[in-house]
């Protein structure tokens, strides 16, 4: 098992915690789910990687961004929803200011630089070492333990956290909001994926992945996949933040991210 609830974390500022998401190699894609996620393909993870337990919320959103553009923001615990209706180009900014800021920050005595997981990435850690439709199993009578969609969120955003974790210690991966990833969108996974995502300049759909609020089961599933155009805003679209030591070799660069951090090194 690469990775588990035990793994080592830190804290943020914010009160967010990123928890280690160790190397390892396991099976991408859903042989029984739709044709964007076939021909299943193995991935090697071979660098690791910091992953946010949940997703970014407003109020994190907020102190960085000095506004809130998300729909749900009623209610005294608003500030602890995933913060939504943000697209690729709001994404990019968020990460960028965020990088600067933490330019000289240590985190477990290492600097490091703030991104977006690659969709393999993501997968692995949505999987956490389980082959099933979801990392609790194959049945969606029990999704309403670990995740908010269609049938259960009662038409809105919840606060993030308050459904079971899966193996690895990660909230909300099943629903509550689409996460965007690094990754420009392809229909299939012919030629394989590696952990370094696919990014092409021309292209302008993202991958997004983890279902939301409004979509049934089935969109929520570890293997499922959608994508959105770079510059489309919706509430169900949000993100979750990857940190990487800057002693490393970097997965990825976000494209149009502060080359501060990685000065660096």
Request: charge should be negative; proline fraction near 5%.
């Amino acid at each position: 098992m690469a990775s588990s609830p035990a793994s080592p974390f830190f804290t943020d500022v914010h009160g967010s915690t990123y928890r280690l998401v160790e190397p390892g190699r396991f099976l991408m894609g859903d042989v029984n789910g739709n044709p964007t996620e076939q021909p299943t393909c193995t991935v090697e993870i071979n660098q690791p990687f910091f992953l946010g337990e949940r997703n970014v919320t407003q109020a994190f959103w907020l102190d960085i961004m000095g506004e809130n553009p998300s729909k749900f923001q009623e209610g005294w615990s608003a500030g602890l929803r995933p913060v939504e209706n943000i697209n690729m180009n709001d994404v990019q900014l968020f990460i960028e200011r965020l990088n600067q800021r933490d330019a000289e920050v240590m985190y477990l005595g290492l600097l490091g630089h703030w991104r977006l997981p690659s969709e393999s990435e993501w997968e692995y850690a949505s999987r956490a070492d389980t082959q099933g439709r979801w990392s609790f199993g194959d049945k969606d009578i029990e999704l309403d333990e670990y995740g908010w969609h269609a049938g259960n969120s009662g038409g809105t955003t919840r606060e993030v956290g308050l459904k079971k974790a899966n193996p690895w210690g990660f909230f909300d991966m099943n629903g509550l909001v689409q996460e965007w990833c690094a990754d420009h969108w392809v229909k299939n996974y012919d030629g394989g994926r590696q952990q370094r995502p696919l990014l092409n300049d021309l292209a302008r759909k993202h991958v997004v992945r983890g279902g939301a609020w409004f979509t049934e089961s089935d969109s929520t599933r570890c293997g499922a996949r959608s994508f959105a155009d770079r510059e489309k805003r919706s509430d169900g679209l949000g993100l979750r933040l990857v940190w990487a030591p800057l002693d490393s070799q970097p997965v990825i660069q976000i494209q149009g991210a502060s080359p501060s951090s990685k000065e660096q090194s």
